[in-house]
Nanobody, 121 residues
Framework: QVQLVESGGGLVQAGGSLRLSCAAS????????MGWYRQAPGKQRELVAA???????NYADSVKGRCTISRDNAKNTVYLQMNSLKPEDTAVYYC???????????????WGQGTQVTVAS
């Protein structure tokens, strides 16, 4: 089992910044992809940003230039630095981690519990 613990959400004024963190623990052999998704009320969950083991990144068009995803492989932790936040960024943000479990058999795809980000106008 792989557990994810998220932190860093909160209430911020438009134009402000937040940094989200997500630490993975448990039976992990390797991590392939770490990412952040978000879900606003009445909307589908969408990818915000992802980073693969080699360091390549992918961002949603809506956050390009405002958000930076990074990872600390030694700590199995992924970060999302969000700047110039807008009210439309308000959502629950979920961490997602995919990789190989400690048994080296199969694949895991784990989700965090979600952290609320609210951007006030």
């Amino acid at each position: 089992q792989v557990q994810l613990v998220e932190s860093g959400g909160g209430l911020v004024q438009a134009g402000g910044s937040l940094r989200l963190s997500c630490a993975a623990s448990g039976s992990i052999f390797s991590i392939n992809v770490m990412g952040w998704y978000r879900q606003a009320p009445g909307k589908q969950r969408e990818l915000v940003a992802a980073i693969i083991s080699g360091g390549d990144t992918n961002y949603a068009d809506s956050v390009k230039g405002r958000c930076t995803i990074s990872r600390d492989n030694a700590k199995n932790t992924v970060y999302l630095q969000m700047n110039s936040l807008k009210p439309e960024d308000t959502a629950v943000y979920y961490c997602n981690v995919k990789g190989t479990p400690g048994t080296r058999y199969g694949f895991f795809d784990s989700w965090g519990q979600g952290t609320q980000v609210t951007v006030a106008s």
